[in-house]
């Protein structure tokens, strides 16, 4: 079992800059491929951004490429989403999920593909 605490999520100005933290409980971080996801009031759930076991892969929804970095610190049980330049639309809940998977390399895309979930964390972007 992993328990998932998201944290940094705020009411920002256009344009600045966010942190977004998740942090993870239990001694399996590493074997784990995690992501962050987002929802938007009356939206479905979307993908955001995933990174492999390793840190080494990562992948990113087309609308935040180039704006966010998605992060992790083994060491620390932690992983990072950092935003820059937001706009409105980026304003949502905010999701981390992880799951257990066999190959370092792989990362995780598809909300299906996870089994654990955080509580979440509100962005809101507006002037």
């Known amino acids: 079992q992993v328990l998932l605490v998201e944290s940094g999520g705020a009411l920002v100005q256009p344009g600045v800059s966010l942190r977004l933290s998740c942090a993870a409980s239990g001694r399996t971080f590493s074997s784990f491929a995690m992501g962050w996801f987002r929802q938007a009031p009356g939206k479905e759930r979307e993908f955001v951004a995933a990174i492999s076991r390793s840190g080494e892969n990562t992948d990113y929804a087309d609308s935040v490429k180039g704006r966010f970095t998605i992060s992790r610190d083994n060491t620390k049980n932690m992983m990072y989403l950092r935003m820059n330049s937001l706009k409105p639309e980026d304003t949502a809940v905010y999701y981390c999920?992880?799951?257990?998977?066999?190959?370092?390399?792989?990362?995780?895309?598809?909300?299906?593909?996870?089994?654990?979930w955080g509580q979440g964390t509100q962005v809101t972007v507006a002037s």
């Open positions: 999920a992880g799951v257990g998977v066999r190959y370092v390399v792989a990362v995780v895309t598809t909300a299906s593909g996870y089994d654990y």
